[in-house]
């Protein structure tokens, strides 16, 4: 083990979009029970593309986090593996919840809604326990077990998965809930040109996204996305 912690103050602030998306998703679902196609598509688009956020992010830890803390840190294996376990239930229920926003997509009823939220609830349930042990159990062990060039790996992992065009709705799902000072942790490694661009780039796509998005909170007829 190294004797100096690296930074791993990033899985915890990611982690706070994953915390709050899929009960909002639930929310939304529930909260008109007759929606247009259009809402229908948008709303489905937004499930399928925050379940495979959390497949990528746990993607990335199956492969570049557990198994090197498993390695070289082995007398704390048992502990590293029940938490690593939990990413199996969490895949059950992103299954799950893939599946039933399928059958919402395909016939949206209040019956396939229904399932739809109570998979995203269940989900929700899952990630949150598993979240925070993870931040508790395993993060400090990364921090004095891997290298800061191991653990930014993490990042370009997800980074590269997400599509392009997708971009800039995953960062603004992420810095949406953020403090200030978590915000401004996320944006140190965008470079300063890069992060002038940032109102154009990124908060104005995902302004537009959530506005759609939130847009049929309370069952008014759906405008947003059948104009776009
Ligand atoms: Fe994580
Ligand atoms: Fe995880």
């Known amino acids: 083990m190294q004797s100096d912690p690296i930074d791993v103050r990033e899985m915890a602030i990611l982690h706070q979009g994953f915390r709050r998306v899929y009960d909002e998703a639930a929310r939304l679902v529930r909260a008109n029970r007759s929606p247009s196609p259009g809402r229908v598509v948008f ?7 925050s379940l495979m956020l959390l497949n990528i992010h746990h993607e990335g830890e199956d492969e570049l986090l557990y198994p090197k803390l498993i390695e070289r840190a082995p007398d704390q294996a048992l502990i590293t593996q029940e938490v690593e376990h939990e990413h199996e239930l969490i895949k059950a229920a992103l299954d799950a919840a893939s599946a039933a926003c399928a059958a919402w997509r395909a ?3 209040a019956e396939t809604g229904e399932a739809l939220a109570a998979s995203l ?3 929700n349930t899952t990630a ?3 979240l925070d042990d993870e931040e508790q159990k395993v993060v400090p062990l990364a921090a004095v077990t891997l290298t800061q060039e191991e653990w ?3 990042n370009k992992h997800a980074a ?3 599509p392009w065009a997708k971009r800039p709705i995953a960062f603004g799902m992420m810095l949406e809930p953020l403090s200030d000072a978590d915000r401004a942790h996320m944006m140190r490694a965008v470079p ?5 661009l940032t109102p154009l780039l990124l908060e104005r796509p995902w302004k537009k996204y959530a506005a759609t998005l939130r847009s ?9 996305a059948e104009r776009d």
């Open 216 to 224: 049929d909170s309370e069952n008014r007829p759906f405008q947003v």
């Open 128 to 130: 949150q326990s598993h």
């Open 121 to 123: 609830d269940e989900l």
């Open 160 to 162: 590269a998965e997400i």
């Open 152 to 154: 930014d790996g993490l």
């Open 43 to 49: 709303l489905a688009d937004h499930i399928d593309f």
């Open 192 to 196: 300063a040109p890069l992060r002038m």
């Open 107 to 109: 016939q949206p009823t």
